[in-house]
């Protein structure tokens, strides 16, 4: 139940009358059966929507979703907030998995109430009921093994309209493919393909969105590829239906009979019910499948963090640890990984088998030609679809290099190698694998980076101590960066002597300050929490603007305008050095230094001091990074829950079938249950009046209560929207 801001009741919009011309997103999610997603109601032109109540409310996002069956809308479920930023990917998700499960609990209480009313015979309707239910098992329990469920859904729905034949096709880009089949000749249509491209029944019936009938096939499949397996399966009549997910058209059903016996309507009605089912277990197994992929990528990732922090100075473990997760988890037959030491690339890690160890220690010289250098010039994956073709004169070599994939690290704007995959075979790398290759990419640089510092320190013990206290840190700070950035600013100030130092971090265009030594005067107001706006005059603006480090050696030898707001020119210090902290080319803060003498600070400082920066930034990077995985966990334990939830709804449909309250009370308590919610009710309409049909956790039950349809639960229908109310209880008390 949702209210206005002038305190309807839901009743005032029930049995309201919305034309479907009406310029509202309501209207036009209807109209064309997609989403309307308002983010911010403010950014709308007045003549978009002009007569939306959002408007006149006040509400700043909203959200309509329709509801489809057949990609024919039969309802809308609106949602609105009073903040701007509309609904996350993943909220947009839920809400249309629950505007997915009202369709399908709607359309299948209308198509029991119809098989009801024309008084079907009943064995007929039990047969349906028993198959939808097994059917529903089976995608319950094989949810991420979609062959399984289609070849459950086929032969049942053949038998059940009376055919001899069934083929399911599944869409992958321009192509049709038979995935699962029943027939009694001997003939497999298994594997085989279709161009979708082409007009057939195929395309024709997904570009009609409805069922198309082939009398007798013979007629049509004559001179195609289909003629010898069609001929020799004996199909003669046909009906083939679509198969669609929201508006995408997936693939096809089609069943066939050996006679000239055309298919009715009525078995056409039947087997789109098969069809539905069988776009739910593909939509099913593509958001399981999804999971498992960010699973294994979130696992290997840690890995990687692991082997950086437990090898800081072993770059070869590290790399080659790297190189094996890559290949693995992009499905790869084999990796490698290239450093850039001047003008050559040096292959440092492989994985094994294939030959290609043959590559370990092989160099080359860097040309403007070469796939490696377009990948670094570029800043983009290059994806090669056959190996021998672009080379040709290089197959007989490496025979097993056909499709890969090349990716170029960099060490701040620095490119200092690359990253590869690749496939025994011709078959090319999709989007997913890219992206999995460039998170590996990432890691790799910040592994060679983690190793150069660490090494470069070696010859100084002290400071290889106040690195390695630093890498510790890096190492178990996880999203707490804090105990880092004091850390590096304590071994600075000790190391680099009479020096002052803080750390800077930005959030959008200013900077808080998030560390700093104990007499620091770049910022005597220093608190832990000051955020400073620096400006272009001053040497943090200057190097946010730049990207480059900032150099003042003498104060009293710069201009008076130069840098006039600086805090540091006003503390009356004589030397600055001020270096940015990168994730990737972005600055994301600044770690300055100051003395009070001139002169500001040597090469070998500087080279100690940019260290301590870098590791500032690998901690802050790897804080955001962890961050980030921790957010996509709770976001996959969210879509685990939501998997549950509409399993056991399907369960609940699939074992009451004529039963709709039981359906009904078992949507209330999982939609309260997964909302946070302590009660809930569920009311349908009768006429003029609404009943209570379900509810959940209700002190005193309203089961079988009617309302009339004036109030405010009318209201959120007429604008075919949620209604939200923070107390209800003075509104409760004032209607009595």
């Known amino acids: 139940e949702s209210l206005d801001p002038d305190g309807m009741g839901i009743e005032a919009f029930l049995d309201v009358k919305v034309p479907i011309e009406t310029d509202t997103p309501t209207a036009e999610a209807f109209r064309t059966g997609t989403p309307v997603h308002i983010r911010d109601w403010e950014d709308v032109p007045d003549d978009r929507f002009p007569t939306s109540v959002m408007r006149t409310w006040g509400r700043r996002s909203s959200l309509s979703v329709p509801l489809t069956r057949n990609r024919v809308a039969v309802g809308v479920i609106n949602f609105s907030r009073d903040e701007p930023g509309g609904y996350s990917e993943e909220e947009l998700a839920l809400l249309k998995a629950f505007a997915d499960q009202a369709a399908i609990a709607v359309n299948n209480a209308r198509l029991l109430a119809e098989i009801e009313e024309r008084n079907t015979d009943l064995s007929e309707s039990l047969e349906l009921q028993t198959a939808s239910s097994e059917v529903l098992q089976l995608i319950s329990a094989n949810p991420g093994d979609l062959t399984v469920v289609l070849e459950g859904i086929i032969p049942r729905a053949a038998n059940l309209c009376e055919a001899e034949t069934g083929l399911l096709w599944l869409k992958h880009d321009d192509e049709l493919r038979c995935t699962a089949e029943v027939s009694g000749q001997g003939v497999s249509f298994i594997g085989f393909t279709q161009d979708a491209r082409e007009k057939t029944t195929f395309s024709v019936s997904a570009r009609r969105g409805m069922p198309v009938f082939n009398e007798d096939i013979l007629p049509v499949v004559t001179g195609t590829d289909l003629e010898e397996r069609s001929l020799g399966a004996g199909v003669r009549s046909l009906v083939t239906i679509p198969l669609f997910h929201e508006d995408e058209w997936i693939g096809n059903i ?389 998997q549950t939830a509409t399993s056991e709804v399907l369960r609940l449909i699939s074992a009451n079938p004529g039963e709709l309250t039981v359906v009904l009370e078992g949507i209330i308590s999982r939609a309260a249950a997964l909302c946070e919610a302590e009660a809930g009710l569920l009311w349908i309409r009768h006429g003029d009046e609404l009943r209570c049909e379900a509810e959940v956790n209700q002190t005193a039950s309203f089961l079988g209560s009617t309302t009339t349809t004036a109030g405010r639960r009318s209201e959120s229908a007429r604008l075919q929207e949620p209604m939200f109310e923070d107390d209800i209880l003075p509104r409760m008390i004032e209607s009595g």
């Open 254 to 642: 089609n069943l066939g009979r050996r006679e000239v016996r055309p298919f009715d309507e009525k078995q056409a009605k039947i087997l789109q019910a098969f069809a539905d089912q069988a776009s739910i277990a593909v939509a099913n197994a593509r958001l399981f499948n999804d999971l498992d992929e960010s699973l294994a990528l979130q696992t290997a990732t840690s890995e990687v963090l692991r082997l950086i922090s437990a090898h800081p100075g072993d770059l070869t473990t590290v790399l080659n640890g790297i190189v094996e997760r890559a290949a693995t988890l992009c499905d790869a037959s084999f990796g490698n990984l290239m450093l850039k030491y001047g003008d050559i690339l040096r292959f440092e890690a492989v994985t094994s088998g294939l030959g290609a160890e043959e590559f370990v220690g092989m160099e080359f010289v860097v040309d403007d030609g070469n796939v490696n250098t377009t990948a670094a010039r570029t800043r983009e994956i290059v994806a090669v679809d056959d190996f021998h073709e672009l080379a040709p004169e290089l197959a007989a070599r490496f025979p097993f290099l056909r499709s890969w994939a090349t990716v170029a690290l960099f060490n701040e704007r620095t490119w200092i190698g690359n990253l590869i995959i690749g496939r025994d075979e011709v078959r090319p790398f999709d989007a997913n694998d890219l992206k999995n290759l460039q998170a590996f990419a990432d890691q790799a640089s910040i592994a060679v980076a983690n190793a150069q510092l660490f090494n470069d320190l070696d010859a100084a013990l002290e400071r290889q101590t106040a690195m390695t206290d630093v890498l510790e840190a890096v190492g178990t700070a996880r999203t707490d960066i804090q105990p880092v950035l004091d850390r590096v600013v304590d071994h600075a100030q000790r190391l680099c002597a009479d020096t002052n130092a803080i750390v800077q971090l930005r959030e959008l265009d200013v900077f808080v300050a998030a560390a700093a030594g104990p007499a620091s005067q770049l910022d005597p107001d220093f608190d832990n929490a000051a955020r400073r706006d620096p400006g272009r005059n001053t040497t943090t603006g200057e190097l946010y603007a730049t990207g480059q480090p900032v150099h003042i050696r003498d104060w009293d030898l710069e201009p008076s305008e130069r840098f006039a707001d600086s805090t540091a020119r006003a503390s009356g210090l004589r030397s600055l050095l001020s270096l940015p902290l990168r994730r990737h080319d972005e600055v994301i803060g600044a770690f300055s230094f100051a003395r009070e003498s001139p002169g500001g600070f040597s090469d070998s400082e500087v080279s100690l001091l940019r260290a301590f920066t870098d590791q500032a930034s690998i901690a802050v990077n790897n804080a955001r990074l962890l961050s980030e995985i921790e957010e996509r966990n709770t976001e996959l334990s969210e879509s685990l829950e939501l």
